[in-house]
């Protein structure tokens, strides 16, 4: 039996090799940077925030994201939903971070990211551009 090549993988993961890495999009960064494409909008008296261009699919309870912000983690990243735009703060999340140093079968999506924005955790260890 040969084994088959997978398939391209969509925006957001990479399933090119037996691990998973995912892209990750820091909602923080689109506060920062007063992003055009983040929307907000009042339902039940709470206030959510989410991206135009579905970068992350979900839409975030502004209260709790500011409550986690304020915490020594932050809110973190959400796993990308559809391909970044420039702008946005990107992250790769490793599935074995302390497998770094070993080659990546596709490198590209390592470092297809926009470049990080000051401020943002890395949490893949991949060095900016």
């Not at 090549?5 to 090119?16: D, E, I, N, Y």
């Not at 920062?32 to 494409?37: F, G, L, V």
């Not at 008296?45 to 975030?60: H, P, Q, S």
Request: glycine fraction near 8%.
């Amino acid at each position: 039996m040969t084994p088959s090549r997978p398939s391209p993988a969509p925006a957001g993961s990479c399933r090119l090799c037996p691990v998973t890495c995912d892209r990750l999009v820091y909602p923080s960064g689109c506060l920062q940077s007063a992003c055009d494409r983040l929307y907000a909008y009042e339902g039940e008296g709470r206030t959510y925030i989410g991206c135009v261009e579905r970068v992350f699919a979900v839409e975030i309870d502004l209260q709790r994201f500011r409550a986690a912000q304020a915490t020594r983690e932050g809110f973190g990243g959400l796993r990308v939903a559809n391909e970044p735009l420039p702008m946005c703060q990107c992250g790769v999340d490793r599935t074995f971070p302390h497998r770094a140093e070993e080659p990546c079968v596709h490198a590209e999506f390592l470092h297809s990211a926009p470049p990080h924005l000051p401020g943002v955790r890395d949490t893949a260890g991949v060095p900016e551009r």
